[in-house]
């Protein structure tokens, strides 16, 4: 059973930066899919970016716009993803999922494992 535990959120002000993280146990780090969602008080989770074979390829929201960027560590198999130029419209629960399988996932139910979550708040 592969387990996912995310890390980094908190409470910041608009404008700033945070990192989040995300350890995955599983052995399949390197050739799966890691993705981030989030979802917001009274809306549906909605996918943030994706992290395809390690980092042999990423996607984006359209919302992102640049702000946001993933990446990973293979030898640590842990996918981050930085928040920059926060806005309180990005305040919410930030998931991290993955998948062994590999490929460009952009939907919840392409992946089949996920994490508890970590709260970023982003203040006016």
């Known amino acids: 059973q592969v387990q996912l535990v995310e890390s980094g959120g908190g409470l910041v002000q608009a404008g700033g930066s945070l990192r989040l993280s995300c350890v995955n146990s599983?052995?399949?780090?390197?050739?799966?899919?890691q993705g981030w969602f989030r979802q917001a008080p009274g809306k549906e989770r909605e996918f943030v970016a994706a992290?395809?074979?390690?980092?042999?390829?990423?996607r984006y929201a359209d919302f992102v716009k640049g702000r946001f960027a993933i990446s990973g560590d293979n030898a640590k198999d842990t996918v981050y993803l930085q928040l920059n130029s926060l806005k309180p419209e990005d305040t919410a629960v930030y998931y991290c999922?993955?998948?062994?399988?590999?490929?460009?996932?952009?939907?919840?139910?392409?992946?089949?494992?996920w994490g508890q979550g970590t709260q970023v708040t982003v203040s006016p």
């Open positions: 599983g052995r399949t780090f390197s050739t799966g899919t």
């Open positions: 999922a993955s998948d062994p399988r590999g490929g460009t996932r952009l939907r919840e139910y392409e992946y089949m494992y």
């Open positions: 992290l395809v074979g390690g980092g042999t390829a990423t």
